[in-house]
Protein backbone atom coordinates (compact mmCIF):
# COMPACT_ATOMS: atom_id res chain seq x y z
CA UNK A 1 0.00 0.00 0.00
CA UNK A 2 1.36 3.13 -0.99
CA UNK A 3 1.53 5.96 1.43
CA UNK A 4 2.21 9.77 1.69
CA UNK A 5 5.36 10.87 4.15
CA UNK A 6 3.99 13.51 6.71
CA UNK A 7 7.25 15.36 6.69
CA UNK A 8 8.06 15.06 2.92
CA UNK A 9 5.10 14.35 1.02
CA UNK A 10 7.07 11.82 -1.15
CA UNK A 11 4.56 8.67 -1.80
CA UNK A 12 6.32 5.81 -0.44
CA UNK A 13 5.20 1.85 -0.47
CA UNK A 14 7.72 0.62 2.64
CA UNK A 15 8.70 2.96 5.77
CA UNK A 16 7.33 4.15 8.80
CA UNK A 17 3.85 4.25 10.56
CA UNK A 18 3.93 7.74 9.35
CA UNK A 19 7.17 8.69 7.24
CA UNK A 20 9.20 7.46 4.39
CA UNK A 21 12.69 7.27 5.83
CA UNK A 22 14.50 7.50 9.57
CA UNK A 23 15.18 10.40 8.76
CA UNK A 24 11.38 11.99 8.06
CA UNK A 25 10.36 9.55 11.35
CA UNK A 26 13.04 11.57 13.47
CA UNK A 27 12.27 15.24 12.29
CA UNK A 28 8.50 14.24 12.85
CA UNK A 29 9.66 13.05 16.45
CA UNK A 30 10.89 16.11 16.62
CA UNK A 31 8.47 18.58 15.44
CA UNK A 32 5.45 16.77 17.13
CA UNK A 33 7.75 17.12 20.47
CA UNK A 34 7.63 20.91 19.63
CA UNK A 35 4.10 21.44 19.52
CA UNK A 36 3.14 18.35 22.17
CA UNK A 37 5.98 18.60 24.57
CA UNK A 38 7.86 15.86 25.45
CA UNK A 39 5.15 13.62 27.50
CA UNK A 40 1.51 13.93 26.85
CA UNK A 41 -1.06 12.99 29.51
CA UNK A 42 -3.17 9.86 28.50
CA UNK A 43 -6.25 8.93 31.03
CA UNK A 44 -7.01 5.32 30.69
CA UNK A 45 -10.91 5.89 29.94
CA UNK A 46 -11.45 2.36 32.43
CA UNK A 47 -10.36 3.85 35.83
CA UNK A 48 -9.56 7.53 34.99
CA UNK A 49 -6.26 7.21 36.04
CA UNK A 50 -3.77 9.57 33.98
CA UNK A 51 -0.21 8.55 32.76
CA UNK A 52 2.78 10.33 31.64
CA UNK A 53 3.18 8.61 28.29
CA UNK A 54 6.26 9.72 26.41
CA UNK A 55 5.12 11.39 22.69
CA UNK A 56 8.11 9.64 20.75
CA UNK A 57 6.43 6.19 22.34
CA UNK A 58 3.02 7.09 20.80
CA UNK A 59 4.38 8.39 17.81
CA UNK A 60 6.46 5.04 17.24
CA UNK A 61 4.29 2.37 18.87
CA UNK A 62 0.83 3.82 19.23
CA UNK A 63 -0.91 3.68 22.61
CA UNK A 64 -2.06 0.22 24.16
CA UNK A 65 -3.79 0.48 26.66
CA UNK A 66 -3.29 -2.56 28.60
CA UNK A 67 0.74 -1.27 28.75
CA UNK A 68 -0.38 2.36 29.75
CA UNK A 69 0.56 1.03 33.87
CA UNK A 70 3.88 1.07 32.89
CA UNK A 71 4.31 4.66 32.44
CA UNK A 72 4.73 6.73 35.44
CA UNK A 73 1.29 8.66 37.37
CA UNK A 74 0.52 12.23 35.76
CA UNK A 75 1.52 14.42 38.51
CA UNK A 76 -1.03 16.41 39.81
CA UNK A 77 1.56 18.42 42.06
CA UNK A 78 0.44 19.52 45.16
CA UNK A 79 -2.60 21.94 44.11
CA UNK A 80 -4.60 18.65 43.60
CA UNK A 81 -6.69 17.07 40.87
CA UNK A 82 -7.75 20.62 40.06
CA UNK A 83 -4.62 21.44 38.30
CA UNK A 84 -4.84 21.05 34.34
CA UNK A 85 -0.79 20.36 33.97
ZN1 LIG B 1 9.73 11.66 3.91
Known amino acids: ?3 KCFVCGK ?3 EGR ?3 CSDACHDELVSR ?3 EFGEFKKVVDQATGTAYR ?3 KDIIERGIRWRDLDRYPL ?3 GA ?3 EATD
Open 1 to 3: MTQ
Open 11 to 13: LYE
Open 17 to 19: EMA
Open 32 to 34: LIA
Open 53 to 55: VST
Open 74 to 76: WET
Open 79 to 81: RGP
